[in-house]
């Protein structure tokens, strides 16, 4: 609720900018838009055995001394309004027994931050849990199992064999969980990840994932008909998709994506990095087109319009460490903003989101362990959540904003230019009829000839990294290329398969742009593969290349490859970015709420805020109202190393006939209540 001390005209954010254009923004209260959903303040927990910060201290929640949550992370997650946790996180879940994870700590000395400690950490914070299941470990019966363990009455038994319930009860819990949420799988269309340990890991097919998707559900709905089950897609994998929808996707009971976007991996210069940072204020609208396509694939598949999305790790997927790490710079917070209000639009069909991940690790929204004497201090990517917690309404109301806009230049998402257009897809094949590939080596391991214009490649059992034949087509800047493919195989099992890479001719060391397609194994006759690519403004050239992505496990076999078109497309454009992403809600005592994000990167923004329906006599001026701003010195800052750099103040607000009037630096977020 709003304090008293922030009431109109009494406070300034202390910093001046140079004003860009003026906004209004008009609040109908009367306009009920849906009921927000509290699920989409989610996060992930990280459970990582034989690692003592993760397997005993929970990176950094649990005190294995005293068998009980850390106060201080307790704290934070409530002030975050973290509402689900997601565990045992990330690629750690394929192959994951929870049944190691249970029972006396004296038979799991090393997994002291099990199950029942991940449970008692919702229980202190007041949120509910969603578990991830293997894959690559255990059946259905272990499915059914855990849901014993969780939801069963001490007595029932009711998968037979062990008694779980009992076991939980004698970990501390004699009543029932009652947990509903589970997930089948995390991310395994990739496949086990290859370790020394592992040097041939297997790959499911999303045939074979359809098939034990039903029959894990009939197992654990067996033992509790409430728990619901999430499957497998994935935003840009339509084909993993599509054999899953096929599958299973009438009796699913929900899907998850995780949506990683803008990506960049690698150490970049200050340049090109702020390029990253203004791709996440353009951000909105790709994750809008992610939700779309998914649901449009849903229901051209299995003619379903009700299937709602978890989106179960989501954030922007910036893997370096210089100029700083982008994925702890206050651009990303802003664009975890500008996601949060977008999962919320009820079209959309978010059941939930859990932003990856809460505390330490390597993203971690806090860092510091308690344990080893250091002060949790929150990084830039906490405080959208704690804003959305303590400040937004609890149901969607209509706004309207008349702003200005800006171009979005493109580059590592499409560019966000002038008016909107729709995709168009020229037919002239661009790909010459007499093409030839420019014969590279390729890596040791593998033979390659060249049979007219058909690449044949043969594996002989090492893990490649294969993009040796390449061919350079002239392309115009801005615009979308889709190149179309053929590609045969011969024995490629358990593994990642073959397919084609296209991204600019100046090679991905130069421009980290380029687009992936076709995952092609087992044997198989000729396959079309297709890979839609968005040229660089600079752009003068595609390059094509046969490839096949290393990490996957040994390959052996053999693969052929062959072009048949290259065809230009308008990409779809969103149309310039908005000056200011608005999110509008209100409280049962009829206090409207906004959450502001400003997404211009060089100006000020003076908007007016009107309540009333847009355009109508009588939308009144409020007269009592405060805000909040969340600001730092650049997109690029952090937290890191000064705790107060990325940080909340008061706002003045100001009361003018024509409205409420609040300045909003560039790149920020305001949080405005503005009472009945």
Same mark, same amino acid.
């Given at each position: 609720?709003?304090?008293?001390?922030?009431?109109?005209?009494?406070?300034?954010?202390?910093?001046?900018?140079?004003?860009?254009?003026?906004?209004?923004?008009?609040?109908?209260?009367?306009?009920?838009?849906?009921?927000?959903?509290?699920?989409?303040?989610?996060?992930?927990?990280?459970?990582?055995?034989?690692?003592?910060?993760?397997a005993k201290h929970g990176s950094?929640?649990?005190?294995?001394?005293?068998?009980?949550?850390?106060?201080?992370?307790?704290?934070?997650?409530?002030?975050?309004?973290?509402?689900?946790?997601?565990?045992?996180?990330?690629?750690?879940?394929?192959?994951?027994?929870?049944?190691?994870?249970?029972?006396?700590?004296?038979?799991?000395?090393?997994m002291l931050w099990g199950l029942p400690e991940f449970m008692t950490f919702c229980e202190a914070s007041g949120s509910i849990p969603l578990i991830t299941l293997a894959v690559y470990w255990g059946d259905?019966?272990?499915?059914?199992?855990?849901?014993?363990?969780?939801?069963?009455?001490?007595g029932k038994n009711p998968n037979g064999g062990k008694d779980w319930a009992a076991v939980r009860a004698a970990d501390g819990h004699p009543q029932p969980y009652g947990v509903v949420y589970f997930e089948y799988g995390n991310e395994d269309y990739h496949g086990e990840h290859k370790t020394a340990d592992n040097p041939n890991p297997r790959k499911i097919t999303p045939e074979d994932y359809a098939k034990q998707y039903l029959a894990y559900q009939k197992a654990m709905k067996a033992v509790d008909s409430k728990i619901r089950l999430a499957g497998l897609l994935q935003y840009g994998l339509w084909d993993w998709n599509k054999a899953v929808l096929v599958g299973c996707g009438k009796q699913m009971d929900y899907a998850i994506d995780h949506t990683y976007t803008p990506g960049f991996s690698g150490d970049t210069d200050e340049e090109k990095g702020h390029k990253y940072m203004l791709a996440c204020l353009a951000a909105d609208?790709?994750?809008?087109?992610? /939700?779309?396509?998914?649901?449009? *694939?849903? #229901?051209? +598949?299995?003619? $379903?319009?009700?299937?709602?999305? =978890?989106?179960?790790? /989501?954030?922007?997927?910036?893997? *370096?460490? #210089?100029? +700083?790490?982008? $994925?702890?710079?206050?651009?990303? =917070?802003?664009?975890?903003?500008?996601?949060?209000?977008?999962?919320?639009?009820?079209?959309?069909?978010?059941?939930?989101?859990?932003?990856?991940?809460?505390?330490?690790?390597?993203?971690?929204?806090?860092?510091?362990?308690?344990?080893?004497?250091?002060?949790?201090?929150?990084?830039?990517?906490?405080?959208?959540?704690?804003?959305?917690?303590?400040?937004?309404?609890?149901?969607l109301i209509g706004v309207q904003v008349q702003c200005g806009n800006w171009d979005f230049m493109g580059g590592p998402l499409p560019a966000r230019k002038g008016k909107p257009t729709e995709f168009k897809l020229f037919e002239e094949n661009l790909l010459p009829k007499d093409y030839t590939w420019e014969e590279r080596g390729p890596e040791a391991g593998i033979t390659q000839t060249f049979e007219g214009q058909v690449v044949h490649a043969t594996f002989s059992g090492n893990d490649p990294n294969y993009y040796a034949p390449k061919l350079n087509v002239p392309a115009d800047p801005?615009?979308?290329?889709?190149?179309?493919?053929?590609?045969?195989t011969d024995g490629i099992d358990n593994t990642r398969g073959?397919?084609?890479?296209?991204?600019?001719?100046?090679?991905?060391?130069?421009?980290?742009?380029?687009s992936l397609g076709g995952s092609v194994t087992g044997t198989s006759d000729w396959t079309q593969v297709e890979v839609e690519y968005t040229t660089l403004p600079e752009t003068t050239a595609i390059e094509i290349i046969a490839r096949r992505l290393g990490g996957g496990g040994n390959i052996s076999g053999q693969a052929w490859f062959k072009l048949v078109s290259v065809q230009k497309f308008i990409p779809k454009n969103a149309?310039?970015?908005?000056?200011?992403?608005?999110?509008?809600?209100?409280?049962?005592?009829?206090?409207?709420?906004?959450?502001?994000?400003?997404?211009?990167?060089?100006?000020?923004?003076?908007?007016?805020?009107?309540?009333?329906?847009?355009?109508?006599?009588?939308?009144?001026?409020?007269?009592?109202?405060?805000?909040?701003?969340?600001?730092?010195?650049?997109l690029e800052a952090n937290n890191l190393k000064d705790p107060n750099t990325v940080k909340i103040t008061p706002l003045e607000v100001l009361k003018t006939a024509e409205g409420l009037q609040v300045t909003l630096p560039p790149f920020s977020m305001a949080a405005v209540e503005i009472e009945p």
């Open positions: 609720m709003v304090s008293p001390k922030y009431w109109l005209g009494c406070l300034l954010c202390g910093v001046s900018f140079a004003a860009g254009h003026e906004a209004v923004i008009t609040v109908n209260p009367a306009q009920i838009v849906g009921k927000v959903n509290p699920l989409i303040l989610g996060n992930n927990q990280l459970a990582y055995p034989g690692r003592p910060e993760y950094g929640l649990w005190d294995p001394d005293k068998r009980a949550p850390v106060p201080e992370y307790v704290a934070l997650s409530r002030e975050a309004g973290i509402t689900i946790q997601r565990w045992p996180g990330g690629c750690i879940a394929h192959n994951y027994n929870w049944k190691k994870t249970v029972g006396p700590l004296s038979e799991r000395p090393d259905q019966n272990d499915a059914a199992d855990i849901v014993e363990y969780l939801n069963s009455p001490v609208a790709h994750i809008q087109d992610v /939700y779309d396509r998914l649901h449009a *694939q849903i #229901k051209e +598949v299995c003619g $379903r319009t009700n299937m709602q999305l =978890a989106i179960t790790e /989501y954030n922007g997927w910036f893997v *370096q460490e #210089k100029p +700083v790490p982008y $994925r702890q710079a206050f651009g990303n =917070a802003l664009r975890n903003a500008e996601h949060l209000r977008v999962m919320m639009r009820p079209q959309n069909r978010i059941l939930m989101g859990n932003f990856w991940q809460f505390a330490n690790e390597y993203w971690g929204m806090v860092k510091g362990y308690v344990h080893k004497g250091e002060t949790p201090v929150k990084q830039a990517n906490f405080f959208p959540y704690q804003m959305y917690h303590e400040r937004f309404g609890d149901t801005d615009t979308g290329y889709r190149v179309t493919g053929l590609v045969r073959v397919g084609f890479q296209v991204g600019d001719a100046r090679g991905w060391t130069e421009t980290k742009s380029c149309g310039a970015v908005p000056d200011l992403g608005v999110n509008a809600a209100k409280r049962a005592d009829g206090t409207v709420t906004l959450m502001i994000v400003n997404k211009n990167p060089e100006q000020a923004v003076p908007a007016t805020i009107r309540v009333g329906a847009a355009g109508r006599v009588g939308a009144r001026v409020p007269t009592r109202a405060g805000a909040w701003i969340l600001t730092a010195p650049s």
